[in-house]
């Protein structure tokens, strides 16, 4: 299947790393001092990594992608509970199709529209998207703060309880927003006297950004403030904590 892929020119590459900071996929790696495609799979072919190299080594071909690791995947993905489906077009293991079997209790239904309510929302400001938040707001003084992946809502299913409560939530997706999480997350944690913070990510190679922006902020924020990253998997179980 023919697609769009990063190419690297090793004689232009000076090894300074920056594409390796900027792709989202965990993609790339410096190997014998040179930035390298680990594999054909985890690159989404978007160029994120093109405007950071200052060498103009990296460019993007179209051609056919090396055979998708499935078993790698799958060992990946918790080989116990996923179906797994057709990998999609992109390749990329944080797109990677697959059904999530849930037993469903006696007498309840999945197409019903009217849901109960079994719980209290634990938001507690708005707007909760990162680049959306005022990094002035008040309500991020003496808070604890929730950086949370946008799909970790859908994936763990007692999020609000186990993890929003009592603390400010903000979410974002590293691969969909156009924004800088450190720089953002910087600011908040300058401005205010933030007394933990809690990085909540899916397994995807994608959320990387987001804990690897959480803990860039916390270095330039200059403060010693306390904080932990909780891993989710995809089908809503907690990996690591």
């Known amino acids: ?11 232009k590459c000076t090894g300074c790393g920056l594409c390796i ?4 996929e965990g993609a790339l790696k410096l190997v014998d001092g040179k930035a390298k495609l680990i ?6 072919g978007l160029g994120a990594c093109l405007p950071e190299c200052p060498a103009d080594a990296i460019s993007i071909a179209e051609r056919e992608a090396d ?10 993905l918790a080989s116990d509970a ?7 077009a992109c390749g990329c293991p944080g797109s990677h199709a697959k059904v999530i079997q849930r037993n469903v209790e006696p007498g309840s239904s999945q197409t019903s529209a009217h849901v109960p309510v079994t719980s209290e929302s634990a938001l507690r400001q708005w707007p909760c998207q990162l680049k959306l938040v005022p990094a002035n707001a008040a309500y991020f003084d003496n808070a604890h703060l929730l950086v949370a992946a946008d799909c970790s809502a859908y994936a763990y299913a007692n999020l609000h309880a186990d993890f929003m ?8 997706c590293p691969k969909l927003d156009s924004i800088d999480y450190a720089e953002k997350l910087t600011e908040i944690l300058k401005l ?22 959480a803990k ?11 904080w932990r990253i909780v891993t989710i998997s995809t089908d809503g179980n907690i990996l690591e904590d």
């Open 21 to 24: 900071s900027a792709c989202q």
């Open 165 to 172: 409560r009592n603390k400010i939530t903000v979410i974002g």
């Open 82 to 88: 996923p179906t797994a489906l057709p990998p999609l």
């Open 1 to 11: 299947m023919l697609r769009k892929i990063i190419k690297i020119d090793a004689e």
């Open 192 to 213: 205010h006297d933030i007394k933990s913070v809690t990085v909540l990510r899916m397994e995807v190679p994608c959320c990387g950004g987001l804990a690897n922006a």
């Open 67 to 76: 055979a998708f690791d499935e078993k790698a995947v799958e060992q990946h």
């Open 39 to 44: 594999s054909d799979t985890y690159c989404d």
């Open 216 to 226: 860039q902020a916390l270095q330039q924020s200059g403060k010693m403030i306390p």
